[in-house]
């Protein structure tokens, strides 16, 4: 399966933005979907999963209350949308799909990165 992600940019912090990546290649609906980042100097992290049907979702602990993941089948797309974000939140973001669980950081395909930029 193929991914692009798209929606990064540069947000003041407490502003939001909505990252979206699209698929293709596959059938979309037998991977479950995550979204993960990483800043400079530190590791990939798992940001949000969500289940294949979209019925079961994850966030890290960073993000709980203020990220939601979601998809739509139909349209083969995953987006994530980013509330009250703060500077921490800064990082590159992949989109990735993955045939095991959706909890785990261990996911086979990976889309490109988008840069999320959250200024002071």
């Known amino acids: 399966v193929q991914l692009q992600a798209s929606g990064g940019g540069l947000v003041q912090a407490g502003g939001s933005l909505r990252l979206s990546c699209a698929a293709s290649?596959?059938?979309?609906?037998?991977?479950?979907m995550g979204w993960f980042r990483q800043a400079p100097g530190k590791e990939r992290e798992l940001v949000a999963g969500?289940?294949?049907?979209?019925?079961?979702?994850y966030y890290a602990d960073s993000v709980k209350g203020r990220f939601t993941i979601s998809r739509d089948n139909a349209k083969n797309t995953v987006h994530l949308q980013m509330n009250s974000l703060k500077p921490e939140d800064t990082a590159v973001y992949y989109c990735?799909?993955?045939?095991?669980?959706?909890?785990?950081?261990?996911?086979?395909?990976w889309g490109q990165g988008t840069q999320v930029t959250v200024s002071s």
């Open positions: 990735a799909a993955s045939v095991g669980s959706y909890r785990s950081a261990l996911y086979d395909y």
């Open positions: 290649g596959r059938t979309f609906s037998n991977y479950v």
């Open positions: 969500i289940n294949r049907s979209g019925g079961s979702t």
